[in-house]
């Protein structure tokens, strides 16, 4: 079975402060993929990567970047956290050229 | 840009009955995917379609990839308190990326 997982179930920051948030993914993917999802607004691409090293911005990369030095890992990084990004963050994963993608447990960060 | 419009947005049904929803397509799509996202967890992957008039089970879900490539159905049948939660359609976009609906919430009452 394909695994994902991401590094916290729950957090909670303050605003102004940095946040990292990460995905591994056991199944040699090629693609990874961050979103955030809110109620009545569905998911919402933030950013995604092709492969190593690569990354593309989605539909809201605003206040957000990237990392991925490995294959198996990518992470979120919000630069100074503010309360607008309050969400829940998925991470998803797929193998190059297959349309499905497979989902983390997500992450509901809370900055106050 | 392509949409995904998804009907209904909430259902609140009792256990043992049978759920349909459907999702529409303002496109075409080679395929269709269906995934369940249970309160407070990641969307996960129910069913999977890749060809026009396919009919797929899984227990008690079945869904069906429209012969016109613009819509999909999901049907579950004697529904059960555990299949609460929100139902999300999704198809591949031009740019290599998956729209999503916007989810049919599942309620359950026994």
């Known amino acids: 079975d394909v695994k994902v997982t991401q590094s916290s179930r729950y957090l909670v920051k303050r605003t102004g402060e940095k946040v990292f948030l990460e995905c591994v993914q056991d199944?040699?993917?090629?693609?990874m993929f961050w979103y955030r999802q809110d109620p009545g607004l569905g998911l919402r691409l933030i950013y995604f990567?092709?492969?190593?090293?690569?990354?593309e911005k989605g539909d809201i990369p605003e206040g957000y970047s990237v990392s991925r030095e490995k294959k198996e890992r990518f992470s979120l990084i919000l630069e100074s956290a503010s309360t607008n990004q309050t969400s829940m963050y998925l991470c998803?994963?797929?193998?190059?050229?297959?349309?499905?993608?497979?989902f983390g447990p997500g992450t509901r960060l809370l900055v106050l | 840009g392509q949409q995904l419009n998804q009907s209904p947005q909430s259902m609140f049904i009792q256990e043992g009955e049978d759920v349909s929803m459907n999702c529409t397509s303002s496109?075409?799509?080679?395929?269709w995917l269906w995934y369940k996202q249970d309160p407070g967890e990641g969307p996960v992957l129910l069913i999977a379609?890749?060809?026009?008039?396919e009919l797929t089970s899984n227990g008690r879900l079945t869904a069906q990839f429209g012969i016109t490539r613009k819509d999909s159905f999901l049907n579950i049948s004697a529904s059960i308190p555990s299949d609460v939660g929100i139902y999300f359609c999704?198809?591949?976009?031009?740019?290599?990326?998956?729209?999503f609906g916007t989810g049919t919430r599942l309620q359950v009452f026994p």
């Open positions: 999704a198809g591949p976009a031009y740019t290599d990326k998956l729209i």
């Open positions: 496109s075409i799509f080679n395929t």
């Open positions: 199944m040699d993917h090629e693609n």
């Open positions: 990567s092709y492969d190593v090293k690569m990354k």
């Open positions: 998803a994963s797929r193998k190059q050229g297959v349309e499905t993608q497979y």
């Open positions: 379609l890749y060809k026009a008039g």
